[in-house]
């Protein structure tokens, strides 16, 4: 096979990869810092990493869509433990591109923020982009709810951000719980000793 027909194939194969030619953020990776729109309790506040930052590490977690079945077991898991984590001195924020009056219902919802964690909307995908993370659109899907999702979907991923701004670690491919557990444990490794 002649070397143009192997570029172009090695082409077409990132052209078709759903991570394109860039691969997820990893740990030690500067994490992008971002201000969004965000919602705690029902109520908009403005979200800023570099403020939460000063405060500890944060787990920024990135997750397709409030109200479908993986993202509100995540979410409520996060809402359950969140007191583990602020013991181990993080914060934790959920992002997704929701619009923000739907992210105030949920971040209210009982069943799943409980009023608990912060959860931003990264309408434009702009944050989800900055982290190297694939958006898909959903075309034609609904949420638990029988509404119709008008979005795009960001892959499941989770980073625990240190509070120099560096990725301490990442965690792609687990189910919602699992991504809870990695996090924390994560978060727990870089508590200061007692």
Known sequence: MKPTHLCSIALLAL??????ARAALSAGDVAPGFTAPA?????????????????????????????TGGCNLEAHTFAVRRDEFAAAGATIV????????????????????????????????RVAHAYA??????????????????????????????????????FDGLSPVENVEQALAAVQRLAPAR
């Open 39 to 67: 919602s705690l309790d029902g109520r908009t506040f403005t979200y800023s990493l570099a403020d939460a930052l000063r405060r500890g590490p944060v787990v920024v977690y990135f997750y397709p869509s409030a109200y």
């Open 15 to 20: 052209t078709l990869s759903p991570h394109g």
């Open 133 to 170: 993370l694939a958006v898909r659109d959903a075309p034609g899907r609904k949420d638990t709810r029988g509404d119709p999702i008008a979005h795009g979907l960001a892959e499941r991923s989770t980073f625990v951000v240190a509070p120099d701004g560096r990725i301490a670690a990442a």
């Open 94 to 125: 959920g992002v997704s591109l929701d619009d923000i009056a739907r992210l105030n219902r949920f971040s209210a919802d009982p069943e799943y923020c409980a009023g608990r964690i912060p959860v931003a909307s990264d309408a434009d995908g």
